[in-house]
């Protein structure tokens, strides 16, 4: 049974205010403890009119043996099948840029393995508001 997993800066706020038109990055992280397979992980919340071009997903710890990742906004896929096997597993992935039109959640889904250790996830956006 999937399990819904709140990472640390699920509270944290991207602001969308002042900064209209200005690339900005926001940082999500979680630490896993056997986070099982399917396992989602809710690391940040996202309001509306947030413009994504690009997201960072890296661990330093590494998240254990055959540990792969999906970063998604609601149901729009960031990042798949990224490798979080080792220490320092990075991935940088430009995106086709789309918008938030309501409030969602950048989520980590687990695969491949159980994982145990640190996620973090880097989205770069701009605040278009709405």
């Known amino acids: 049974m999937m399990a819904t997993i709140k990472g ?3 509270r944290n706020r991207i602001y969308a205010g002042g900064a209209h038109g200005n690339l900005s990055v926001a940082h999500g992280h979680a630490l896993l403890a056997a986070a099982a397979i ?22 330093e710890s590494g998240l254990g043996s055959s540990v792969t990742a999906t970063v998604k906004v609601g149901d729009k896929v960031l990042a798949s099948a990224v490798n979080m096997s080792g220490a320092n597993a990075t991935v940088v992935k430009a995106i086709v840029p789309f918008s938030t039109v309501d409030k969602q959640k950048l989520t980590v889904t687990i695969a491949g393995a159980e994982a145990t250790g640190d996620i973090q996830v ?4 701009v605040a278009e508001g709405y």
């Open 38 to 59: 399917g396992d989602v992980i809710e690391v940040l919340e996202i309001p509306i009119g947030i413009k994504f071009i690009g997201v960072r997903v890296l661990s």
């Open 122 to 125: 880097i989205p770069e956006y």
């Open 8 to 10: 640390a800066t699920i």
